[in-house]
């Protein structure tokens, strides 16, 4: 019986590995290999990982070039161990990866998008990374009892000031990023009907927003609509390979973003992400980034001074400097 056992257990986590196995080499088995994908083979997943059926076929971005972005610490940053949200207080590690949530339903409400979304709980992609789920619940009890005596306020400053002791090594939370990544890149899928169209930058923004807005991007229900909205027919084509109905779609596509909250709140980030959209991004990505800088302010900071001289300072400096209105 032992013997029967350990023969069924073994076949198990052969088929785990396997089927992670598939998941991460989808993306480039599909399509034309990224120049990256040759140099650097993307780290596979532990063996004892549960298996999460993510659908990344299609994606014709490197899954490493997605997760330099977003260890970038121009986007979500790096911290490896528990801290609050700045917005929510809930907490957060690694790549702004949450440690509390709930498995949760999210219904496909578009009719011709075939592809379902997949939001598993926090705790099941912790496994799926390879992590002890008792190390997850010891981490949120000392976060909690560490926001308790510190609020988030000082909390925050005690990151800044690297005063917080790591609570996951460097490749732990390499591997809680990999799998996020994957859910990200899954569920932009859900989100694009076209998906497979996309070019290799389209595709690696649309998994930014969803990894940095998880289901909360279903409130920008104007981006998704114009996002969704078939380009008019073919047209004589630019020099760059594309047509004038499609260069008109993808700037609507980005004039969306630029009007939103989003975009002012997080300037930097928003910057880099909403000129990929571009689609003649690949031939200058700093050209298009410039001509997103160029429309997208940040909002104006407002320094604690004494009434008289933010008065003086609002009518100079800050002239011609407003941020854009909403749409």
């Not at 528990?82 to 999210?106: N, Q, W």
Request: hydrophobic share 40%.
């Amino acid at each position: 019986m032992q013997y029967s056992s350990s023969v069924a257990m073994m076949g198990t986590a052969k088929q785990i590995l396997l089927s992670f196995a598939l998941a991460l080499c989808a993306p480039w088995a599909a399509g034309q290999p990224p120049p990256e994908a040759a140099q650097a083979a993307p780290t596979p997943l532990p063996a004892t990982a549960p298996a999460l059926s993510f659908d990344v076929s299609g994606t014709k971005f490197s899954l490493d070039s997605l997760m330099r972005e977003l260890k970038d610490s121009q986007h979500e940053g790096w911290v490896l161990a528990a801290y609050p949200d700045p917005k929510t207080s809930r907490p957060l590690i690694g790549a702004g990866f949450s440690l509390d949530v709930e498995a949760r339903e999210h219904v496909q409400s578009d009719p011709l998008n075939p592809n379902q979304f997949l939001e598993p709980s926090s705790a099941q992609l912790w496994q799926a990374a390879g992590l002890d789920p008792a190390r997850l619940q010891s981490i949120l009890e000392q976060f909690d009892r560490n926001l308790a005596k510190w609020n988030k306020k000082n909390y925050r400053k005690k990151i800044k000031t690297h005063q917080l002791k790591p609570q996951l090594t460097d490749p732990e939370a390499m591997q809680l990023l990999r799998v996020s990544a994957l859910q990200a890149t899954h569920n932009a899928k859900a989100y694009c009907r076209d998906y497979d169209q996309l070019t290799a930058p389209q595709q690696m923004a649309l998994s930014q927003l969803v990894f940095q807005m998880g289901v909360n991007l279903e409130e920008f229900v104007q981006f998704l609509a114009v996002l969704n909205d078939e380009p008019m027919l073919q047209s004589v084509a630019l020099t760059d390979g594309s047509t004038p109905s499609q260069v008109e779609h993808w700037k609507a596509v980005q004039q969306t973003l630029i009007d939103s909250q989003w975009a002012r709140r997080y300037t930097t980030r928003a910057v880099s992400v909403i000129a990929m959209f571009d689609p003649a991004y690949d031939q200058n990505p700093k050209a298009a980034e410039q001509r997103i800088q160029a429309v997208l302010r940040p909002p104006a900071k407002h320094n604690r001074k004494k009434p008289h001289a933010q008065r003086a300072h609002t009518a100079s400096a800050d002239e011609g400097h407003q941020p854009r209105p909403s749409a």
